[in-house]
Every structure is written in C-alpha cells, then in structure tokens.
C-alpha cells in the first residue's frame, strides 16, 4: 500500500523551530519528487516547497524563502522539513505527497493537481 505519514507538528512560539518529518511505505522515495503544502482554514491548499528526486533541486514558496529547509534521506524513506523563524501567519496543516504521472522525478510548477498519496497531514500552530 502506498502510504506518506505526516509528523513533527505542534504548538510553538513565534521565532521558534519545528522539522516535519514526511514518511513513505509502499514504495520507494528516490524515484519521486516530493512536495510539502499547507491549508490554513477558509483557505487553499498552497505550495510550500518540494524536493526533486535527485536531491539537487529545491523549491521554495516566497513566502517561507531563508526560513524553511527541505531535504531528503533516502536511505530512511523520508523527506523532512525544517522550518526557522516560525510565524503566526505559518500556522496550517501540512501534508506532503509525491508528484504523479509523467515527470514524476521533478517538481515542475509543484501545483497541489499534480501530486498525489496524501496524508492525515500535521498540525503547525506559531502562537504566544
């Protein structure tokens, strides 16, 4: 079965840090682009950042730019998300998935269409 588990969230303070952690079974994640996204009530789920399948490319959405870092251990299965300088306006549920159909080793445009098999996601609340 092919599965992405979403972990790491939690309640933090503004200036504060948290690493999501994004964990598949069911298949193997070298072979995929992985993208982290986030849904923050009344809104729509938006791009975060993704990872190219061969670790060399990363993408980031302006707004988290110099603060979040995403990486990948294919040895572990995993792709993760470490997020800086947390702010309020961060707070959201975060899923991540892995990109679908033709290109599948790239993020291309890393629109939420595009990729599939996601999780419960994770609760990330940035509050004093």
């Known amino acids: 079965q092919v599965q992405l588990v979403e972990s790491g969230g939690g309640l933090v303070q503004p200036g504060g840090s948290l690493r999501l952690s994004c964990a598949a079974s069911?298949?193997?994640?070298?072979?995929?682009?992985i993208g982290w996204f986030r849904q923050a009530p009344g809104k729509e789920r938006e791009g975060v950042s993704c990872?190219?399948?061969?670790?060399?490319?990363?993408y980031y959405a302006d707004s988290v730019k110099g603060r979040f870092t995403i990486s990948r251990d294919n040895a572990k299965n995993t792709v993760y998300l470490q997020m800086n300088s947390l702010k309020p306006e961060d707070t959201a549920a975060y899923y991540c998935?892995?990109?679908?159909?033709?290109?599948?080793?790239?993020?291309?445009?890393?629109?939420?269409?595009?990729?599939?098999?996601w999780g419960q996601g994770t609760q990330v609340t940035v509050s004093s």
């Open positions: 998935a892995k990109k679908s159909g033709r290109g599948s080793f790239y993020c291309g445009s890393w629109m939420p269409i595009d990729f599939e098999s």
């Open positions: 069911g298949f193997t994640l070298d072979y995929y682009a």
């Open positions: 990872i190219s399948s061969n670790n060399v490319n990363t």
